[in-house]
Nanobody, 118 residues
Framework: QVQLVESGGGLVQTGESLTLSCAAS????????MNWFRQVPGKQRELVAS?????GTNYGNFVKGRFTISRDKNTLYLQMHSLKPDDTAVYSC??????????????WGQGTTVIVSS
């Protein structure tokens, strides 16, 4: 069973940069899609960036060229530049889909918190 562990979150000021990492415990070479999501308490989770063997690379509309998703062996990265207070959230990575019989499921990391001060 693959496990995902995020790191790299922290407190930064507006305009600064951060790089998040998502390390997989097992091989994710055959995983179709790796994604970064974010969620603010009380709000809906939103897709930040996606790296898919089927659909390529995609970003949320709010990214506007500031973030870059990449993958190196069993680690997924999210480089974030020009951070804004609105980027404050818990960022989580997701891998999948996996299949167990007829069931399709995704694996999530525990999340890493990014706080951008104004």
């Amino acid at each position: 069973q693959v496990q995902l562990v995020e790191s790299g979150g922290g407190l930064v000021q507006t305009g600064e940069s951060l790089t998040l990492s998502c390390a997989a415990s097992g091989s994710i070479a055959a995983v179709e899609s790796m994604n970064w999501f974010r969620q603010v308490p009380g709000k809906q989770r939103e897709l930040v960036a996606s790296l898919s063997s089927r659909t390529g690379t995609n970003y949320g509309n709010f990214v506007k060229g500031r973030f870059t998703i990449s993958r190196d062996k069993n680690t997924l990265y999210l480089q974030m530049h020009s951070l804004k207070p609105d980027d404050t959230a818990v960022y989580s990575c997701r891998a999948g889909p996996f299949h167990r019989g007829l069931t399709e499921y995704y694996i999530w990391g525990q999340g890493t918190t990014v706080i951008v001060s104004s």
